[in-house]
C-alpha cells in the first residue's frame, strides 16, 4: 500500500521519537535519584536522629547522650540538668511500658505493678514525680527533706568515679524545706485528683508507689524534726522513710543506736496513728520505713532489727550510701576516691548485699519488708536482691550513668529470667534462706 521509501522514512521517526522518549524517562528516573542537597540530607539525619532518640530505651540515650553530658558538666551540673530536662518535658519517652504480671509485688496490702524503685537523693524536692513514673518505675522516694531550708555542704560536693559507674556525695541534706515541698505537693494533689477522682494511690498511677524521705535539720531535734515530717507528709504520701543513716550529716548515723532508734521509731509509729489518714484514702495510713546504712557490724545490724521490731514499723531500706572505700576494686584511681561523703554505684553493691543477707538473718521471722538498696544496675543485682529477702529494690546511681532506659531496660532481664526460671517475683523474695 504505501512505498518502500514511505515506510523505511516513518520506520526511522518512530525511532527517533522512541530514543527520545526512552532518554527523557531515564533522565526522570535519574534525576529522582539524584543525592539531596547536603543541607536537606542533614536536615533529614537529624530529625531520623530525633525520631530515634525520643524513645527512651534507645542506645543512644545510654552511650552517647549520657556521656556528653558527663562530659560538659560536673557531677552536680549535670544532677541539675537531668532534673530541669524532666520539669520541663525534654526527657525521651517510653512508647510502650507493660509490666508483665510476673513482677507484680504484694507489700503492705496493696500491690505494686513491678518491684524496681527510684531511690531518695536523685528528687530531693519533689520536682518530677510524674516524669520518673512514666519513665517505669513502680515507686518513686523524694527527699530526704527537713522542715527548714537549708543548703547542706558547700560546693564542691558531688564527685563522679565514671570509670566505676560510681559516685561520691556529700550534699548534706540540701533542701528546700518542708512549706516549698508541700505546696508543691498540695498543687499536684489538687491538679490530679480533678482529672482522676477514682485513684486510689499518692502516686496517682496504678499499683505505683510515691514514697516520701524525711530527715533532719543540721542543728534540728533528733525526735521532733521528724514527726513534723509526718504530720505534714503522712496526707500525701503512700510510705513515709525515716533516714537515719546519711554520713553528711553530723551525728546522724548515731540514732542507729538501739536506744535511740526504739526511742525515734515508737513515737514516729504513734505520730503516724494520730494522722486522720491519707488525702486519697482517710481509711489508710502510710506505712513506716527506716533507711540503714551499709557499714554496720553484726550486733548493730541485730540491734537495728530488734529496735524495728519493738517500734512496729513496717520495714526497712538497706542501704544507703557507704564511707567505704573498696580501693583494691575500685578503677578510679587519685585523690578524688578519698573525697569525703557516701560512695555509691557498682562498687556498693557487694557492701550492701553482704549487710542485707545479715539484715535478713535477724528479720525473717517478722513481718517487716525489706528494700534492697545499694549499686543495683541491672536485672541480675535486682534478682540477688530479691533472693536474699528484699521485695522490691531501689536504684539511683545507675539511672545517671545508664539513662532514661534504665527501669523498663531492667523490668525485661528480671521478667526474662523469671520466665526461665518459672516464676513470679514474689516466689523468689527470700528464696536464698527457704
Partial sequence: MFSSSFRQSLKNTLFKRSATSSTSSKSIIHSSILPLPKSSLLIACALGLGIYSLDARSAINEYVYCPLIRF????????????????????????SDFDDKILNVNVFGKILSNPIGMAAGFDKHGEVIDPLFNLGFGYVEIGSITPEPQPG?????????????????????????????????????????????????NSFQKDKFLA?????????????????????????????????????????????????LTNLLTKVVNERNNLNGELI??????????????????????????????????????????????????????????????????????????????????????????????????????????KAGATFVQLYTAFAYQGPGLARKIKDEITSELKKEGKTWMEIVGSDDK
Fill in 72 to 95: 560538659f558538666t560536673t557531677a552536680e551540673q549535670g544532677h541539675i540538668l537531668g532534673i530541669h530536662c524532666l520539669k520541663a518535658g525534654l526527657y525521651p519517652r517510653l512508647f
Fill in 153 to 201: 555542704n558547700p560546693a564542691p560536693r558531688f564527685f563522679r568515679l565514671s570509670a566505676d559507674d560510681a559516685v561520691i556525695n556529700r550534699y548534706g541534706f540540701n533542701s528546700v524545706g518542708h512549706l516549698e515541698v508541700l505546696a508543691r505537693l498540695k498543687y499536684r494533689f489538687n491538679n490530679l485528683i480533678n482529672k482522676n477522682p477514682n485513684a486510689e494511690l
Fill in 212 to 260: 516520701i524521705n524525711l530527715g533532719k535539720n543540721k542543728t534540728g531535734d533528733e525526735i521532733n524534726d521528724y514527726l513534723k515530717g509526718v504530720q505534714n507528709f503522712g496526707p500525701y504520701a503512700d510510705a513515709l522513710v525515716i533516714n537515719v543513716s546519711s554520713p553528711n550529716t553530723p551525728g546522724l548515723r548515731d540514732l542507729q543506736n538501739e536506744s535511740k
Fill in 281 to 386: 484514702n482517710p481509711n489508710i495510713k502510710p506505712p513506716i520505713l527506716v533507711k540503714i546504712a551499709p557499714d554496720l557490724t553484726e550486733p548493730e545490724i541485730a540491734s537495728i532489727a530488734k529496735s524495728a521490731k519493738d517500734a512496729k514499723i513496717d520495714g526497712i531500706i538497706l542501704s544507703n550510701t557507704t564511707i567505704q572505700r573498696p580501693i583494691d576494686k575500685l578503677i578510679t584511681k587519685g585523690d578524688i576516691v578519698n573525697e569525703n561523703g557516701g560512695l555509691s554505684g557498682k562498687p556498693l553493691k557487694p557492701i550492701a548485699l553482704k549487710a542485707f543477707k545479715l539484715l535478713r538473718k535477724y528479720t525473717k521471722d517478722s513481718n517487716l519488708v525489706l528494700v534492697g538498696c545499694g549499686g543495683i544496675s541491672n536485672g541480675k543485682d535486682a534478682i540477688e536482691f530479691a
